[in-house]
């Protein structure tokens, strides 16, 4: 089983705001945040997935996805990436 950690941000007509999250189920996961079922700070808002990384065992993703969560250059960085990509 993989376990990926996911970097989502808000669609256009939202606030501005990413969350960074670990999940065995991408899917699920975003369409949970979407649904407003997900994390309590990402209640209210639509999310789109910007980036996802997957790692073979539980405790290496746990690890990244600290990481991740500290690291808001990185995050600003991989939103950047993903917009040139987008259009």
């Known amino acids: 089983m993989l376990f990926y950690v996911y970097l989502i941000k808000t ?17 699920n996961r975003i369409a949970k945040h979407n649904e407003n079922k997900g994390a309590k700070a990402t209640k209210g808002y639509k999310w789109e997935l910007v ?20 690291d808001r250059l990185r995050r600003l960085s991989l939103i950047s990436i993903y917009e040139k990509k987008k259009y």
Request: proline share 0%; no cysteine.
């Open 11 to 27: 669609i256009k007509g939202f606030k501005n705001k990413s969350y960074v999250g670990f999940t065995n189920n991408i899917k």
């Open 51 to 70: 980036y996802k990384k997957g790692f073979k065992n539980k405790s290496s993703a746990l690890s990244y996805e600290y990481k991740l969560k500290k």
